[in-house]
């Protein structure tokens, strides 16, 4: 994948699920602790993940 490309998932991947968990008044009717458990794993995977992919866009 190309630099730019790298950064601009790593980016959205970063942004997306941050957005959607404060954003999306349906994830507010789950049990809370589904909640928070998704809340706290989805958004930690993916900003990790959009890390990496940040990382390996500005290394190259």
């Given at each position: 994948?190309?630099?730019?490309?790298?950064?601009?998932?790593?980016?959205?991947?970063?942004?997306?699920?941050?957005?959607?968990?404060?954003?999306?008044?349906?994830?507010?009717?789950?049990g809370?602790?589904?909640?928070?458990?998704?809340?706290?794993?989805?958004?930690?995977?993916?900003?990790?993940?959009?890390?990496?992919?940040?990382?390996?866009?500005?290394?190259?």
């Open positions: 994948m190309s630099k730019v490309a790298n950064i601009l998932l790593g980016l959205v991947l970063m942004a997306v699920p941050i957005i959607l968990v404060l954003a999306v008044p349906i994830l507010n009717n789950w809370l602790a589904a909640l928070e458990f998704l809340k706290g794993a989805v958004v930690i995977g993916l900003v990790l993940v959009g890390l990496v992919f940040l990382i390996i866009g500005i290394t190259e």
